[in-house]
């Protein structure tokens, strides 16, 4: 039995539906159930009832959700177009077409079948969620359809059983909580997860069984401690223990290694008070009786989250000194908090479906709904492949959120484990391609650093810069790295015909005219939309006079690498010798050895580079020069020191690096250790 309570019977449905919207808006739903019960009649299900019990308990669904009838008849009528010879026209024609397209719009969903093959599965689920741009509603319906499927999975093959919870797991509860659908969230984890691990669901069941009289004897004395101190100043409030569902329970354990007692240990109390300022008089009770953990309190109220929801959040101390999770918000929060856009979607049948209308907190929702928008259309996006889309798709549905602040106070959502790079990027494509550095409260950092809620922003951009390979190890949003691919592709395709311009120069020289003109005639083919995730390596990663297929040598007298200006020296039976332009040997040799054209052309094996730091010889400056120079996960070959007379200390490095710009950035980062007085690569 789920959270929702199933039904066997018509009239269980009508009455809850016209104790809620009354008996004109009941009449639809009446006449939709009339039309599904002739369709499906004949018709079973697995479990050998009456298919009718299906659309019934999905209208059930949508009804507790509190959905419009429309909504609701488009519920009981969801599987009739798919499943019988009435057509999309008759239901047009009987019931209107904002309720066909919303049966159309769910049937297209249901079309969607898992597929073997990445590309299609991720172009399916594609589709599946651009149905919901017109009309969120359509999601809302699948979710509850697969709600009472996911209850019935047991009258399922084992095999397909698990397939099925499986891609609930990762792709239908996941959207339940973007909508801040949580009800529906929950019940689908937990009969999911009965689904692929009966056995550990099973005893976590009997554990959370066992602690509940000790759960509840807890929650009471919450209660009266707490009534009696909110009754002094005039607060009205319920409270109610808020018990982990099961799934919930068993991801903590396995992701944070810990047992079931240390995990069901932390209590949970929740506070439904009357008023929004009653919220906060709340909170200031429960601080002055229990002391708070620090950095454990999070105001939802203030920054709601993009699926609406609302709250304040603490940990204290409790009466057993044991921590105690409270959780302080409204009656209308807390509608949202169980059923999220869907508690306030309130549709006018002679109103445009593509509006809502709110009645309380003006704005809330469309504000949703403009990011929720967002969020699809990025997954529209053309340049996206199969596999940057399902790791977009991912990361948005399942990862936490974090809230900085712009240097005008302006409100930055941004994801957790978000660096300065990404918050550049999500500022604008352009900030994140200039950007040098960055400020966050005020204070200097590197484009690496990762950002907390609450940090103010400000991004530090320069013309001249521009990305380098490795900031795609510096990004963690799915946004961002794709803007750097685009940048890359781009410039690749630019890079290959700058080659090829250059080496047809050589030709000229050595080729007849019309030859040249043959040469010339070659198209350049734009390289493929996977080859700069996962590029080949070359030993050096430099393309000779356009060709990559020479053998290259890295000139050991100024060790360039990637980023740097080179040039290259043909030598007798040792390739190309590749330096610095500004190396002085390399200078020397421009009057006796032939020059080539050479380019960086991709990534390929690090480069061994020497750096030399000079700062004041105070305690634990060398050990901040080498977690300064670890942070950006750079390899140390080499390292050593010495102390000099007046007080100061040099530092010599050898590092392993891929690009100008990852030197740089160390550089820059060692600079900015107090105490350092100058950090340089050292020219050999």
């Given at each position: 039995?789920?959270?929702?309570?199933?039904i066997?019977?018509?009239?269980?449905l009508?009455?809850?539906?016209?104790?809620?919207?009354g008996?004109?808006?009941?009449?639809?739903?009446?006449?939709?159930?009339?039309?599904?019960?002739?369709?499906?009649?004949?018709q079973?299900?697995?479990?050998?009832e009456?298919?009718?019990i299906?659309?019934?308990?999905?209208?059930?669904?949508l009804?507790e959700?509190?959905?419009?009838?429309?909504?609701?008849?488009?519920?009981l009528?969801?599987?009739?177009?798919?499943?019988?010879?009435?057509?999309?026209?008759?239901?047009?024609?009987e019931f209107?077409?904002?309720?066909?397209d919303?049966?159309e719009?769910?049937t297209?969903?249901?079309e969607?079948?898992?597929?073997?093959?990445?590309?299609?599965?991720?172009?399916?689920?594609?589709?599946?969620?651009m149905?919901?741009?017109?009309?969120v509603?359509?999601?809302?319906?699948?979710?509850?359809?697969?709600?009472?499927?996911v209850?019935t999975?047991?009258?399922?093959?084992?095999?397909?059983?698990?397939?099925?919870?499986?891609?609930?797991?990762?792709?239908?509860?996941?959207?339940?909580?973007?909508?801040?659908?949580?009800k529906?969230?929950?019940?689908?984890?937990?009969?999911a997860?009965?689904?692929i691990?009966p056995?550990?669901y099973?005893?976590?069941?009997?554990r959370?069984?066992?602690k509940?009289s000790?759960r509840?004897?807890?929650?009471?004395?919450?209660?009266?401690?707490?009534?009696q101190?909110l009754?002094?100043?005039?607060?009205?409030?319920?409270?109610d223990?808020?018990?982990?569902?099961?799934?919930s329970?068993?991801?903590?354990?396995?992701?944070?290694e810990?047992?079931f007692s240390?995990i069901?240990?932390?209590?949970?109390?929740?506070?439904?008070?009357?008023?929004?300022?009653?919220?906060?008089?709340?909170?200031?009770?429960?601080?002055t009786?229990?002391t708070?953990?620090?950095?454990?309190?999070?105001?939802?109220?203030?920054?709601?989250k993009?699926?609406?929801?609302?709250?304040?959040?603490?940990?204290?101390?409790?009466?057993?000194?044991r921590?105690?999770?409270?959780?302080?918000?409204?009656?209308?929060?807390?509608?949202i908090?169980?059923?999220?856009?869907?508690?306030?979607?309130?549709?006018?049948?002679?109103?445009?479906?593509?509006?809502i209308?709110l009645?309380?907190?003006?704005?809330?929702e469309?504000?949703?709904?403009?990011?929720?928008?967002?969020?699809?259309?990025?997954?529209q996006?053309?340049?996206?492949?199969?596999?940057?889309?399902?790791?977009?798709?991912?990361?948005?549905?399942?990862?936490?959120?974090?809230f900085?602040?712009?240097?005008?106070?302006?409100?930055?959502e941004?994801?957790?484990?978000?660096?300065?790079?990404?918050?550049?990027?999500?500022?604008?494509?352009?900030?994140?391609?200039h950007?040098?550095?960055g400020?966050?409260?005020?204070?200097?950092?590197t484009?690496?650093?990762?950002l907390?809620?609450?940090?103010?922003?400000?991004?530090?951009?320069e013309k001249s810069?521009?990305?380098?390979?490795i900031?795609l190890?510096i990004?963690?949003t799915?946004s961002?790295?794709q803007?750097?691919?685009?940048?890359?592709?781009?410039?690749q395709?630019?890079?290959?015909?700058?080659?090829?311009?250059?080496?047809l120069?050589?030709?000229?020289?050595?080729?007849?005219?019309?030859a040249?003109?043959?040469i010339?005639?070659?198209k350049?083919?734009?390289?493929?939309?996977?080859?700069?995730?996962?590029?080949?390596?070359?030993?050096?990663?430099?393309s000779?006079?356009?060709?990559?297929?020479?053998p290259?040598r890295?000139?050991?007298?100024?060790?360039?690498?990637?980023?740097?200006?080179?040039i290259?020296?043909?030598t007798?039976g040792?390739?190309?010798?590749?330096?610095?332009?500004?190396?002085?040997?390399?200078?020397?040799?421009?009057?006796w050895?032939?020059?080539?054209?050479?380019r960086?052309?991709?990534?390929?094996?690090?480069?061994?580079?020497?750096i030399?730091?000079?700062?004041?010889?105070?305690q634990?400056?060398?050990?901040?020069?080498?977690?300064?120079?670890?942070?950006?996960?750079?390899?140390?070959?080499?390292?050593?020191?010495?102390?000099?007379p007046?007080?100061?200390?040099?530092?010599?490095?050898?590092?392993?690096?891929?690009?100008?710009?990852q030197l740089?950035e160390?550089l820059?980062?060692?600079?900015?250790?107090e105490?350092?007085?100058?950090?340089e690569?050292?020219?050999k």
């Amino acid at each position: 039995m789920g959270l929702y309570q199933d039904i066997t019977e018509s009239s269980e449905l009508f009455q809850a539906i016209d104790k809620r919207l009354g008996p004109e808006k009941t009449n639809l739903v009446r006449k939709a159930f009339d039309v599904a019960s002739r369709m499906h009649e004949g018709q079973k299900r697995l479990s050998g009832e009456p298919y009718i019990i299906h659309p019934m308990n999905v209208a059930s669904i949508l009804d507790e959700l509190g959905l419009d009838e429309r909504a609701i008849a488009a519920g009981l009528l969801h599987d009739v177009v798919e499943d019988t010879s009435y057509s999309k026209e008759d239901m047009a024609k009987e019931f209107g077409e904002d309720i066909a397209d919303l049966v159309e719009g769910v049937t297209k969903i249901s079309e969607i079948k898992s597929q073997s093959k990445e590309s299609e599965a991720a172009e399916n689920i594609r589709k599946m969620l651009m149905a919901t741009i017109k009309d969120v509603r359509v999601m809302l319906i699948k979710l509850a359809d697969k709600t009472h499927n996911v209850r019935t999975l047991k009258f399922q093959p084992p095999e397909k059983q698990k397939r099925i919870a499986k891609e609930v797991l990762s792709l239908y509860a996941p959207i339940a909580g973007r909508l801040g659908v949580y009800k529906v969230k929950f019940e689908l984890e937990d009969l999911a997860f009965q689904a692929i691990h009966p056995e550990e669901y099973q005893e976590i069941k009997k554990r959370v069984a066992a602690k509940k009289s000790e759960r509840d004897e807890y929650i009471d004395k919450i209660k009266i401690i707490l009534k009696q101190r909110l009754a002094e100043i005039n607060i009205e409030a319920k409270m109610d223990g808020r018990a982990k569902h099961f799934y919930s329970i068993y991801r903590k354990m396995v992701t944070k290694e810990k047992t079931f007692s240390e995990i069901f240990d932390l209590r949970a109390v929740r506070i439904i008070t009357n008023e929004i300022k009653d919220c906060y008089g709340v909170l200031g009770i429960v601080h002055t009786l229990w002391t708070p953990i620090p950095g454990r309190f999070k105001d939802y109220i203030a920054t709601p989250k993009t699926n609406l929801y609302q709250s304040l959040h603490t940990t204290v101390f409790g009466p057993d000194g044991r921590p105690m999770e409270v959780q302080i918000r409204t009656k209308e929060m807390n509608a949202i908090a169980e059923n999220g856009i869907a508690a306030h979607w309130a549709y006018k049948e002679s109103s445009n479906l593509s509006k809502i209308s709110l009645s309380m907190q003006p704005g809330l929702e469309n504000a949703f709904r403009l990011k929720w928008l967002e969020v699809l259309k990025s997954w529209q996006d053309p340049n996206l492949d199969s596999k940057e889309f399902l790791e977009e798709l991912q990361y948005d549905l399942h990862e936490d959120e974090v809230f900085v602040f712009t240097p005008k106070g302006e409100i930055v959502e941004m994801q957790k484990g978000a660096t300065v790079l990404d918050y550049a990027f999500r500022i604008h494509t352009d900030v994140g391609i200039h950007a040098r550095g960055g400020k966050v409260n005020g204070r200097m950092v590197t484009l690496r650093t990762e950002l907390k809620s609450g940090d103010q922003v400000e991004i530090i951009t320069e013309k001249s810069a521009k990305p380098s390979p490795i900031w795609l190890r510096i990004v963690k949003t799915p946004s961002a790295r794709q803007k750097l691919r685009q940048y890359f592709r781009k410039l690749q395709e630019e890079n290959q015909r700058e080659t090829i311009a250059s080496v047809l120069d050589q030709q000229n020289q050595v080729y007849d005219e019309n030859a040249i003109k043959e040469i010339k005639k070659v198209k350049i083919k734009k390289p493929s939309k996977t080859n700069p995730n996962k590029p080949e390596k070359k030993e050096f990663g430099v393309s000779v006079a356009g060709w990559t297929d020479v053998p290259v040598r890295i000139a050991s007298c100024c060790t360039p690498i990637p980023g740097d200006e080179i040039i290259g020296f043909i030598t007798r039976g040792r390739g190309v010798s590749v330096h610095k332009k500004d190396c002085d040997t390399a200078n020397k040799q421009l009057e006796w050895m032939k020059t080539i054209p050479v380019r960086w052309d991709g990534p390929g094996e690090p480069i061994p580079v020497q750096i030399e730091v000079r700062a004041r010889d105070v305690q634990g400056i060398y050990l901040s020069m080498v977690e300064c120079i670890s942070n950006t996960e750079t390899n140390i070959l080499e390292a050593g020191a010495s102390s000099h007379p007046n007080g100061t200390l040099t530092a010599k490095f050898m590092l392993e690096v891929d690009h100008l710009d990852q030197l740089k950035e160390i550089l820059d980062n060692l600079r900015l250790i107090e105490g350092v007085i100058f950090a340089e690569r050292v020219k050999k």
